[in-house]
């Protein structure tokens, strides 16, 4: 079955420094998806990414990027200079069969 | 262009009492999903459905738990004889699937249950 772990419960950091989230995943498929979503307090899930796993370029966007590790089992996620408003709640999710599974998400907490 | 609608927003009721809550996909996705989230937890998967039909329940979905989206639009989600373990966002989440791609689900704002 599919695990995500994300071992990083709480981050907190002053504006306008770069945070990494850390995602390690496992599953037996060998075609799967990686996707990342943030969740702010109003509660909706906002789709940030999808990775295929074939697909191991990382991706920037803006000030958010992706780092993709097959040989590890990560998909790392960076925001450079970071801003009051990317505080929230961060998942990884890798597909199941015709699901997602997330992980348990990471707090972050970005301090005017 | 509107995103994935659930209403209520919240819904507060009595242990024992009987709730059904809404989501309306965005238009033109043929799948929709259910997942449940507790407090400090990763959504968890319920149910999912391709047009009308519901392809697969997972193990939390207990019998007291239904699901429909008779036209393949709209769907609801009742709970029967709710009980303090029940309290939970609910959230719906739509995708357009075609040839078996995952394109990415696109979620509502939630229903957040409080079973008092």
């Known amino acids: 079955a599919q695990k995500v772990t994300q071992a990083q419960t709480e981050i907190s950091v002053v504006e306008k420094e770069d945070v990494t989230l850390d995602c390690v995943y496992e599953t037996r498929d060998t075609t799967y998806y990686l996707f990342w979503y943030k969740q702010p307090p109003s509660g909706e899930l906002v789709f940030l990414i999808r990775r295929n796993s074939f697909d191991e370029q990382n991706e920037i966007s803006g000030r958010y990027s992706w780092n993709f590790q097959k040989s590890t089992s990560s998909f790392n996620f960076t925001i450079t200079a970071s801003q009051v408003v990317d505080s929230a709640v961060y998942f990884c999710a890798i597909t199941g069969a015709n699901n997602l599974f997330f992980g348990t998400g990471t707090r972050l907490t970005v301090i005017p | 262009d509107t995103g994935v609608s659930q209403n209520p927003r919240h819904k507060i009721t009595k242990r024992g009492q009987n709730v059904t809550f809404r989501c309306d996909p965005i238009?033109?996705?043929?799948?929709l999903y259910w997942y449940r989230q507790t407090l400090g937890q990763g959504p968890e998967f319920l149910t999912y459905?391709?047009?009308?039909?519901?392809?697969?329940k997972s193990r939390l979905l207990s019998d007291r738990f239904s699901a429909e989206r008779p036209k393949g639009s709209f769907s609801t989600l009742e709970i029967q004889r709710t009980e303090q373990g029940d309290s939970a966002m609910y959230l719906c989440?739509?995708?357009?699937?075609?040839?078996?791609?995952?394109?990415?689900?696109?979620f509502g704002d939630g229903t957040r249950l409080s079973i008092l």
């Open positions: 989440a739509s995708s357009l699937t075609v040839a078996g791609a995952n394109q990415p689900q696109h």
């Open positions: 238009s033109e996705h043929n799948r």
């Open positions: 459905f391709q047009n009308e039909a519901q392809l697969e």
